[in-house]
């Protein structure tokens, strides 16, 4: 593992020390041990290696009830009637659900925009859209339950992308809409547009030697997560009701939950329970809602877990999408302007939709410093699956297409792809398309020079002394080939992130710090409601507890809606918001601890009124290093406890005409360059190295740093080789459903990743730190695809890539 | 239906077994034991791999009335399960590679006897290597696929000490993980496969 670098070399090799950032402020550099930087190992390790770990689909109550979705077998269709009483009639069934029994006027929830039904009334707009609820006492009982309730449909025409929905006789999606979107889009089908337009495009192709245009497409990608959408509702005597549940962000859902279940939010307890992955898959409500309207109306604990096909149909995916761009750039490789058009399929309800836009508008054009630009994003209603947020959030899409155009500009120019884009790649103090300034340090140049200068995997790898080993070649075990046919390409990418919630959003997040002697040891508890979904963030609240109060023990308390919103699990942001807010409640209870010490010590040593004091090793140091006092002899009984709100700095909204405005918080950058070897003859892809380099700013633990690169970077590679939900393009039917027919990578299709992580400094941000999971999805997949092209010769305009797209078949 | 088998060890009977309810669910839902993951419960994620008589298999896919009579092994007893093959190890070399005895050794039975028998809710303080190498080598994120990988893992490394990468890929191809990108699991099994190494 390549260990974590600092140094910046500059351009012409003569490294330097910290020349674009800052020093990194850490409030106190302790020697603590266990603090951050390290690669500590995660406190639930131990619970998840024994099988001890609970994960929502785990839980059980005495009691409890199993509830069951009935979902719309057809895309687009009118519910004409509904019929109950034999599913209620199945003994063993304690409850049927269906529009009529909401108990409150509130009926739909969103996340932005309240636009999705609890259960549908008098319309389906998408297949798999949840049309009743059952509960029974064993879960085979709610299934065949649910099976006999009886529902007329009479399908509508369904509309499916950009021509069928925009057309003048279009059905609306959604008549009467009132959100705040509807004044600026062009149709009604459309949740939102976002031009931005600065310098001027058309004058400045004129000045263009060479014009690139192209069309690509992007598939539908699921997040795919292991641990199916499940949690556990129980009412409490109080007429509330206690959720247990896998989530990213547990008050988004209180928010949306309570007012459905007409209950004030104090009677809606929320408790994270444990989380296989999300990836942005559980940002939308699933299941929450039904099995609390089910455990309300039965009285009883009621647990409903997804099983892998209506996981599928049970969250929103990532928004396919067709890509317009025009590049123009000079004979000395110097892009003149880009012009882009992004449509984004949203499907039937809004989710994050709107936000999608937001970001592939503005980062349309990637990491790359150009004056004129004209870019338009739009998200569709459709009656496709809903789409939402998934990891990279909508820069994914973007990357893909300015990413096959860097390189069909370098072929026109003859210049290297990869110096074309150093000499065009943005630095620190350069303008977004958006007008913002990019104020922390921007190595993207430095990146990618990093990226290839790694040494290249040996050719004809798959060569041992006893043959050709099959298992190292396209096809693999298939047995396919032996090395014939078989070509090598090798291809960069690179691409920009925005960590944070960006566009004016108030993106803060709470933690509570407890410190107090506990068995003649001082203990930091650290309670937050921030959801961990695998991603280690409670590895890191440990490790910053440690870090700013000088402690060994730190105990991470369960996460609830018992303290403040931590805001979501995405947009990389949690290290930076969340951990930011435990860092700044640490730091308030330091001052707290301290003054607790100067009130009964300061009399014996001058340095309490005088000295810098730090907390380390359980001690109360002077910046000299001289101890004053034990914690333990400070504290005594007393237990310091502060719960505080952090912000990172405010942002703004875009302006819907020109799409100008400091929207974003920050930015986070990968570059990637795989290796492929493609079976030409069959059109089999194996990918033989995915290398990747990022600045993260400041590893706070640098082993699940590189295991956030690495899981980013397969999902990458997934969504060049294999990943797509099918839709059927005449009925608006997802036909694949299922691991059998989704292919996600196994270990036999990834290859080795090897890292480089830089770390400079951005100086607004909890030491220096950088959000990372989400860049390395982006450059993934464009690197992928720029190897197989060539290797292959190909255009290749779409992603995923089948063996059909390589043989022409 | 009625169904006694040994999990673990330790005698179990499960009562009112549905037909077509699986092993995977008899595991969790009546036996208490969710280690065993429901990912996919059509054999395609490899989540739910336990060792039924020694060999690596989907739960999900097995009927759980095939199972009358016969001896399983999940992730919560893979600690025990790796302890006393590490005793039968012992004595293997003790005895200069003389086939094991049958039943268990006395070795093996005091260190049942020091450390219980209930494996049930995977106490008992010592991680099999596995296990341990998994958590130091950063090969669990959300550890979901992990039960199902630790299980497949050490059944290769029982049979096969000194891997390739090529073997450990081959072994692991039907468990799939989605937070990983694989190469920490990957350093995880080399890792054990070391500490193993280290251990003769
Ligand atoms: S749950 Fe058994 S293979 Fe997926
Ligand atoms: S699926 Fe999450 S750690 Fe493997």
Redesign the pocket.
């Known amino acids: 593992m390549p260990s974590p670098t600092r140094g910046f070399p500059r351009a012409d090799g003569a490294p330097v020390g910290h020349p674009l950032g800052a020093p990194v402020k850490v409030t106190q550099d302790s020697r603590t041990r266990g603090g951050i930087g390290e690669s500590t190992l995660r406190p639930d390790g131990t619970l998840k290696v024994t099988g001890e770990f609970a994960y929502a689909s785990d839980l059980w109550h005495e009691d409890m009830l199993w509830g069951q979705i009935l979902r719309s077998p057809v895309a687009h269709a009118e519910i004409v009637s509904l019929d109950t009483s034999e599913a209620l009639a199945t003994p063993g069934v304690h409850a049927v659900m269906t529009y009529d029994d909401l108990p409150t006027d509130v009926r739909t929830y969103g996340l932005e925009i309240q636009d999705t039904p609890v259960l549908a009334h008098g319309r389906v707009r998408h297949h798999g859209e949840p049309v009743a609820v059952v509960a029974a006492d064993h879960p085979e009982t709610a299934r065949r339950a649910a099976a006999k309730i009886k529902v007329e449909y009479r399908e509508l025409p369904v509309i499916t992308d950009e021509a069928s929905a925009t057309a003048p006789d279009a059905i609306l999606i959604h008549e009467n809409r009132d959100d705040h979107h509807i004044g600026h889009v062009p149709h009604p089908n459309i949740v939102h547009r976002q031009p931005i337009v600065r310098g001027d495009a058309d004058e400045a192709a004129r000045r263009a030697d060479v014009v690139v245009r192209g069309e690509y497409t992007f598939g539908m990608q699921d997040q795919a997560?292991?641990?199916p959408e499940s949690g556990l509702a129980v009412p409490e005597e109080d007429g509330g009701v206690h959720l247990y549940i896998a989530t990213q962000w547990l008050h988004a859902d209180l928010r949306q939950i309570a007012p459905v279940l007409g209950l004030p939010e104090s009677k809606v307890r929320m408790t994270l329970a444990g989380v296989?992955?999300a990836f942005g898959g559980r940002e939308d409500l699933s299941m929450q809602i039904h099995a609390c309207l089910l455990a309300l109306r039965t009285g009883k604990p009621v647990k409903i877990v997804y099983n892998r096909f209506e996981s599928f149909f049970g969250h929103v995916h990532r928004h396919p999408a067709k890509l317009y761009y025009e590049h123009g750039a000079t004979r000395d490789g110097r892009l003149t302007h880009v012009k882009c058009r992004i449509v984004l399929d949203g499907g039937a309800y809004a989710s994050t939709s709107a936000a999608v836009v937001g970001n592939a508008s503005s980062l349309g054009i990637g990491p790359y410093a150009v004056d004129d630009v004209d870019i338009e994003a739009v998200a569709l209603y459709t009656n496709n699956p809903p789409c939402g947020a998934m990891r990279g959030f909508g820069a994914v899409q973007a990357c893909f297409a300015y990413e096959a155009q860097m390189d069909k500009v370098a072929k026109e120019l003859g210049l290297d792809p990869v110096e074309f884009r150093q000499r065009n790649a943005m630095e620190q103090g350069a303008l977004l398309p958006t007008g913002q300034r990019v104020d922390s340090p921007a190595p993207v140049a430095e990146l990618l020079r990093r990226v290839k200068a790694m040494p290249l995997p040996p050719e004809r790898q798959w060569e041992s002394s006893e043959g050709a080993d099959v298992r190292q070649l396209p096809g693999g075990l298939s047995n396919t080939t032996h090395g014939e046919g078989v070509v090598r390409g090798i291809g960069y990418a690179v691409g920009i992130k925005n960590v944070g919630f960006s566009e004016g959003f108030d993106d803060y997040s709470t933690a509570k710090v407890r410190m107090e002697v506990i068995a003649g040891e001082p203990v930091a508890t650290v309670h937050t409601a921030m959801a961990e979904v695998?991603q280690g963030g409670v590895t890191v609240h440990a490790q910053i507890a440690r870090t700013e109060l000088g402690v060994a023990q730190v105990t991470i308390h369960p996460a609830d809606t018992r303290v403040g919103s931590a805001g979501s699990t995405s947009a990389s942001r949690q290290t930076y918001v969340t951990g930011g807010a435990v860092k700044n409640s640490c730091e308030l209870v330091r001052e707290k601890v301290l003054e607790i010490g100067r009130r009964r010590f300061g009399a014996h040593h001058p340095a309490w009124a005088t000295a810098e004091l730090l907390l380390e090793d359980g001690k109360v140091v002077t910046d000299g290093g001289e101890v004053l006092a034990g914690l333990v002899d400070v504290l005594g009984d007393e237990a310091v406890e502060v719960e505080a709100q952090w912000r990172h700095r405010p942002t703004e909204p875009f302006d819907l005409r020109t799409g100008q405005g400091d929207g974003h918080v920050q930015y986070s950058f990968a570059a990637h360059r795989a290796v492929v070897e493609v079976d030409t003859e069959l059109g089999l892809v194996k990918v033989i190295e995915l290398a990747c380099a990022q600045d993260v700013g400041k590893a706070l633990n640098p082993l699940s740093v590189i295991g956030q690169i690495q899981?980013g970077t397969t999902q990458g590679l997934g969504m060049a080789v294999m990943e797509e939900i099918i839709v059927d393009p005449k009925t608006a039917k997802v036909r694949n459903p299922s691991f059998t027919d989704y292919l996600i990578p196994t270990i036999l299709d990834t290859p080795t990743i090897p890292v480089d992580v830089l770390e400079l400094a951005d100086d607004h941000a909890p030491y220096g730190l950088r959000g990372i999971g989400e860049a390395p999805t982006l450059s993934s997949t464009p690197a992928v695809l720029a190897a197989i092209r060539n290797a292959t010769g190909l255009e290749l305009d779409r992603t995923p890539v089948r063996p059909e797209h390589l043989t022409g078949t | 239906m009625r169904v006694n088998f040994t999990v673990n060890g330790r005698p179990q009977e499960a009562d009112d077994v549905w037909e077509g309810e699986s092993l995977l669910y008899v595991l969790r839902e009546r036996l208490g034991l969710p280690g065993s993951k429901n990912?996919c419960e059509q054999g395609e994620c490899g989540?739910c791999t336990v060792r039924l008589d020694g060999v690596p298999v989907c739960s999900c896919l097995v009927a759980a009335g095939q199972v009358e009579g016969r001896d399983v092994v999940t992730v919560e007893g893979l600690a025990d399960h790796a302890r006393q093959r590490a005793v039968r190890d012992r004595c293997k070399t003790v005895s200069h590679g003389a086939p094991a005895a049958s039943g268990p050794s006395l070795d093996e039975a005091r260190v049942r006897q020091a450390e219980g028998s209930d494996s049930q809710a995977g106490e008992g303080g010592e991680l099999a290597p596995i296990q341990q190498a998994f958590i130091d080598a950063g090969?669990?994120?959300?550890?979901?696929?992990?039960p199902g990988?630790l299980v497949a893992a050490d059944e290769m490394l029982e049979h096969n000490p000194t891997p390739t990468d090529a073997d450990i890929r081959e072994a692991l191809s039907g468990n799939?993980?989605?937070?990983?990108g694989y190469e920490k699991?990957m350093d995880a099994v080399r890792l054990a496969a070391a500490r193993q190494g280290e251990a003769v």
């Open positions: 997560f292991l641990g296989g992955g695998g899981g | 990912a989540s090969a669990v994120q959300c550890g979901f696929c992990t990988l799939l993980c989605r937070c990983t699991i």
